[in-house]
């Protein structure tokens, strides 16, 4: 059975860093494009990041680059978000994805990041 | 403001046919395929729609999707009360080198 878990989620004081993680199980998850696409309460999607299958192409959207940096560990089946300088506007709750629009796309359930003092 | 532009609401009734469009530009839709998402309250979003018109196996026939120049359609015939959520276009946008998603369409069934 195809499994992504998010993980790392919290409250988070402005100007703080958060690692998240997605965990992966029943795939061969080196062979995927992943991504992270968060939600803000009661709003719409929207595209973070996203990484090629070996880890050597990354790219951002602009309200998070230099900001959010993505990664990822094939030998442990592991997406990783760290996210620093983190802002009130970052509050959403963060899913992991794989193959975005693709026939094989499936999401996680999410971890909810708040931002506030 | 959502790159990609949907109405945030639309409504039908039973068994009615409804369509939720979705409006873009030369460098995501113009250029590049669109796919459509359902989103239960409180649950991650489901793939409708890929490649602009396929259907994911599992997927109910009475989903399609079109694509025409910069915009986009979803079409739900046959309505259900269960269709009653949320629904958004996402395409790869070119010049920003990044994906973009509308800002979610909420069905009501009548």
């Known amino acids: 059975e195809v499994q992504l878990v998010e993980s790392g989620g919290g409250l988070v004081q402005p100007g703080g860093s958060v690692r998240l993680s997605c965990a992966a199980s029943?795939?061969?998850?080196?062979?995927?494009?992943m991504h992270w696409v968060r939600q803000g309460p009661g709003k719409g999607l929207v595209w973070v990041s996203h990484i090629n299958s070996g880890g050597s192409r990354t790219e951002y959207a602009d309200s998070v680059k230099g900001r959010f940096t993505i990664s990822r560990d094939n030998a442990k089946n592991t997406l990783f978000l760290q996210m620093n300088s983190l802002r009130a506007e970052d509050t959403a709750v963060y899913y992991c994805?794989?193959?975005?629009?693709?026939?094989?796309?499936?999401w996680g359930q999410g971890t909810l990041v708040t931002v506030s003092s | 403001q959502s790159v990609l532009t949907q109405p945030p609401s639309a409504s039908g009734t039973p068994g009615q046919r409804v369509t939720i469009s979705c409006s873009g530009s030369s460098s995501n839709i113009g250029s590049h395929d669109v796919c459509w998402y359902q989103q239960l309250p409180g649950t991650a979003p489901k793939l409708l729609i890929y490649r602009s018109n396929q259907r994911p196996s599992g997927v109910p026939d009475r989903f399609s999707g079109s694509k025409s120049g910069t915009s986009a359609s979803l079409a739900i015939s046959g309505l259900r009360s269960e269709d009653e959520v949320d629904y958004y276009c996402?395409?790869?946008?070119?010049?920003?080198?990044?994906?973009?998603f509308g800002g979610g369409t909420k069905l009501t069934v009548l």
């Open positions: 994805a794989r193959d975005l629009s693709g026939l094989d796309d499936f």
């Open positions: 029943g795939f061969t998850f080196s062979t995927y494009w």
């Open positions: 996402a395409a790869w946008d070119a010049s920003l080198s990044g994906w973009v």
